[in-house]
């Protein structure tokens, strides 16, 4: 059982914008700024998009965006494009026993 | 060019150990911390444990502890995760990730990633 909570799944028209959310609790989004973000296609491995709430990594696309609020994280992709079908991982630090803890996955889906 | 590359599938049985390497280019593997990820198939990932720079210590997730170990060899550059008494459970995909800054910091992710190793537990 994930310790976030994520969507199943997500979907968007291309050119659209859609948000994924992921809700923790006050020991782990609520109370620390390093929330990270994944993506992952199909059998390949997770790759970085969002670090620290909002930072994006270099190389990465401007269309993926970060914010947060109380418990929650979101990610936000802006002029969907065909190759963002993928799963987005959230993932949180947390002062609880766990260390870093996931979300289940949200599996965004270009109609 | 920062890579990590691991060590090929394996296939075990139920009770057996298995030991997965993970090697590190394009930079020294005492520069950063490194984590290991879980993935059973058409699940979600799953943290394992890692470096915590901050106490100097290996830390492990809690359903892992007694059951896990991680070392480095810092002569090859090349990190190691060990899984004892095996479970058909424990089939999954396992990724070594490079931590950049770490928890107290106050900036962290996971930023590399290696291509992944199968570990099959199965009579």
């Known amino acids: 059982q994930s310790a976030l909570t994520q969507p199943a799944t997500v979907s968007g028209s291309p050119g659209q914008s859609i948000t994924i959310s992921c809700t923790g609790t006050?020991?782990?989004?609520?109370?620390?700024?390093?929330v990270s973000w994944y993506q992952q296609h199909p059998g390949k491995g997770p790759k970085l998009i969002i670090f620290?709430?909002?930072e994006r990594p270099s190389g990465v696309s401007i269309r993926f965006s970060g914010s947060k609020s109380g418990n929650t994280a979101s990610l936000t992709i802006s002029g969907l494009q065909p190759d963002d079908e993928a799963t987005y991982y959230c993932?949180?630090?947390?002062?609880?026993?766990?260390?870093?803890?996931f979300g289940a996955g949200t599996d965004v889906t270009v109609l | 060019q920062v890579q990590l590359v691991q060590s090929g599938a394996e296939v075990k049985k139920p009770g057996a150990s298995v030991k997965v390497s993970c090697t590190v280019s394009?930079?020294?593997?005492?520069?950063?911390?490194m984590h290991w990820v879980r993935q059973a198939p058409g699940k979600g990932l799953e943290w394992m444990g890692g470096?915590?720079?901050?106490?100097?210590?290996?830390i492990y997730a809690q359903e892992f502890q007694g059951r896990v170990t991680m070392t480095e060899d810092t002569s090859t550059n090349t990190a190691y995760m060990e899984l004892s008494s095996l479970k058909s459970d424990d089939t999954a995909v396992y990724y070594c990730?490079?931590?950049?800054?770490?928890?107290?910091?106050?900036?962290?992710?996971?930023?590399?990633w290696g291509q992944g190793t199968l570990v099959t537990v199965s009579s």
């Open positions: 006050s020991v782990d989004i609520g109370s620390f700024d390093l």
């Open positions: 394009g930079y020294t593997l005492t520069e950063f911390s």
């Open positions: 620290d709430v909002t």
């Open positions: 470096f915590d720079p901050e106490d100097g210590e290996t």
């Open positions: 993932c949180s630090y947390t002062s609880a026993s766990a260390f870093y803890v």
């Open positions: 990730a490079r931590e950049v800054g770490f928890y107290a910091s106050g900036s962290t992710s996971f930023d590399t």
